[in-house]
């Protein structure tokens, strides 16, 4: 694995955004997530790998409140997003996911133009005073998700006209558009061809810069390229969380090591 | 030989073939069914079908086209002066079938000999008295000229239907013996079959349309038979309708086409919101349970038959209106002068709309994508703020053409305006005039004792083709938005 070397492995610790606690998920009888202790550092990106089922998407849409919409999904434990638990009654799950946005599997564009794709946020949350600020913002977040150059010409075609990697970045342009403190990517890359996908990664670590960000995939490589911090989740449970570089050359537990060299999974 | 006899004698030899092709097949392979091309039923059923259905297709034909040869035949041999003043031939070739019908039953009934009946001199006081006491049906005395009519349509309707069953028999021997013949097993007796089921299937989705198309044409030929004794002129661009049974009637759509517009426009303005709601409700925001209950309670109000609406509108909503907006009602308006309105019709209408605008937009809400929702919601909208930004622009093709097919029935209704909406035909916008639609003029037109022949009722054809026209161009675009919203998340 010769990526590995590509990414800086910075050790110097950082400021916890988000510290999960013994956190537990029901789907009814199902115990989807047991005992699961993560801490995220604020720009960092942490990646969550493990085989399909394993739990690491439903921990992911956990960090945002996400799982509210689906009716028998329970979650117990603490979440504590800077040290205030966002479970708790007082915090709303709106405003909650304002600060933590999160991109999807598929592409999702709304069938809107490419500019009130990414305004959409910004105006719903009033971040705009006007329409010069809205279009500053618009710009500036369709920058920062290294696409401004590809649509700065046809802001008013219809975002899902654009291309998979195109419509990918264009939903991370969207999710920047609110400023989130903290940015949930669930397997970002996985409908995308290998080009997108290495926009995309090289788009994740700038974000790194202004953004905690997370990210679940299902290439090893890819966790290994983009991410500071691993986690490895394996039926439920977290079975090895720490830096990415001792994960992939020297983990701990025997099951991450079947898993990244291909045993299990 | 009665019809039903050669019906069942097709159908036993189409069992028979069925068998008898079956055990020839398997006979050729030796009793191994592996040797055969088809499982050995397909090769009993292509005896069958070809054994019934070219006999069952002539025998069809024939049947159709048998009466009007024999008709035309007959009635050509009428001399015209057998032909009484002021009646015309359609009525003396009735006479003649009654005439040979008489003479069929007389001679089963045995009041009469084969011979007598087909005595051409015979005495016509003495034939007619024997027919009736026979207890035959006679409308007048019988002539000469009928006489001899009526019994070469006789001869001729019974020389035809042994030549018909005849020629069935002969073709379903034919073909089962033919196809019997061709059994074997290297035969693709499968892929004839399928074939066959092919054509079946082809000529059932053909009838529909060849329906549809013989609808439109009827209506097309009496609406230029209207438009020879009525001006066109009159009937699009007029402003009255008064018709007059004396002659010298006015007959403009244009009243009746306003009122139909606007009783849907004031039953659209009642079923959109609330069926979209609804919609709305049952889609995103009701838990599986409340769904399951709630939305199959909705769609009982589709199934009540329109009739019943006008019932309700009739005795319930109507006087209800009355007694808040007529005279000494309780907001002491006195607008509304009998519970026959524009407005009551229109609301009534409107409820027996809801629930097919609700059940479309509910599908076609639930069809965008869950993508749609979590990415709005992941990016901190509410509910609602998802429902009104995302979902509904997505859907609103979809939803437009759910109102237009909405709009499509309420301008065809019938029933509801017939007894709710008056009589009046007048151009006016007060929502509680009572006002006539076209097909409540439809109805009276041809209903009574009416002859297909003055500009009165022919009209009733003119509006109806009308008014097929205007509700299926809605239909049409309807689905063409409905479509074109469908290609959008393939």
Redesign the interface.
Known sequence: MNDMTRVERTVDSKAIKIAANNVQVFYGDTHAIKDVDVQIEDKTVTAFIGPSGCGKSTFLRCL?R?ND?I?ICRVEGDILLDGEDIYDKRVDP??????V??V?Q?P?????SIYDNVA??PR??GLAKNKSELDDIVEKSLRRAAIWDEVKDRLDAPG?GLSGGQQQRL?IA??VA?EPEVLLMDEPCSALDPIATAQVEELIDELRSRYSVVIVTHSMQQAARVSQKTAFFHLGNLVEFGETGQIFTNPEDPRTESYITGRIG | MALSWLLLILLALAVIGFFAGRSRALASAGGNVRDLHSLPSYYGYNVALTALVPAVGVLIVWLLAQPMIVNSTVSSLIPDQAVPEGSERGLIMSEVRRVAYGLDGAVASGAMTETQAQNGNADIEALTKTLKDAGQVLTQDITQPILVAAQKFRSMTSTGTVAMQVVVLALALLGAAFAYVRTHKEFRARNVVEQGVLALLLLAASIAILTTIGIVLSMLFETMNFFQLHSWKDFFFGSTWAPNFRGGSELSILPLLWGTLYISVIALLVAVPIGLFAAIYLSEYA??VTRSIAKPLLEILAGIPTIVYGLFALLTVGPALVSMFGDGGMLGVGWMASSNAVLTAGLVMGIMLIPFVSSLSDDIINAV?Q????????????HS?TVR??IL??ALPGIVGAILLAASRAIGETMIVVMAAGAIAKFSGNPFDAMTTITTRIVSQLTGDTDFASPETLVAFALGLTLFIITLGLNIFALYIVRKYRE?YE
Do not use: W
């Not at chain 1, 709106?94 to 600060?99: C, S």
């Not at chain 2, 993508?371 to 509410?382: E, I, W």
């Open positions: 945002n996400m919409t009716d709106v405003q909650l996911r304002a600060k946005g999160m999807f598929k999702n564009p709304f069938p809107k959409y946020g719903i949350h899902t939903c969207r999710a609110t | 838990s599986g994508p993508t749609m929702r979590d990415g709005s919601l992941g990016l901190g909208a509410t703020e930004n995302v622009p997505a959008q």
